[in-house]
Each structure stands twice: as C-alpha cells, then as structure tokens.
C-alpha cells in the first residue's frame, strides 16, 4: 500500500513539472534497483522517491537537451563537452 502511494505522488511530480515518460520510468526503475539493494526505513522512502526524480530527470535533460543546445544554436562544442 505505501508503494501506491509513493507512485502516485510520483506520478504527480511528473506532471506538475512537466517532465517526460521517460523520467517516470527511469526513477522508478531506480526506486526499485535501489530498495531491492539496500534495505530503506518507510519514513525514508520519500526521500529516496524525491532522489530518484531528480537524478532520472538530469539524466534525461542531460541527454535530450545537450544535443538540443548544441546543434540549434551553432555552438562550436561537441556533445562529449557538453557532458563534461
């Protein structure tokens, strides 16, 4: 039941900031990775819910918008930069 909950307010997050599927899909893949590894207390799982978003939304912005930035606006850099 707590991992319905944990979802939902997941779900939301996504939606309220606008983020893409991908992002839900890598965090809770992550969520689950993480727990199945490393035993988590219940009062920490929202913070282990709110971690997962934000690394899962930089990984995807990181890889959507590098090559973006780099290729509509000219810019004299090469993806492998961008990363660094």
Known sequence: ???EVIFTH???AI???KLSRETLHLSVNLFDRFLSSVPVTESCLPLLAITCLRIASKKVWLSVSSVKICFNNNVD???GD???
Do not use: T
């Open 1 to 3: 039941m707590r991992g």
């Open 10 to 12: 997941m779900i939301k």
């Open 15 to 17: 939606g309220h900031f």
């Open 77 to 79: 850099l090469n993806i």
């Open 82 to 84: 961008v990363v660094r």
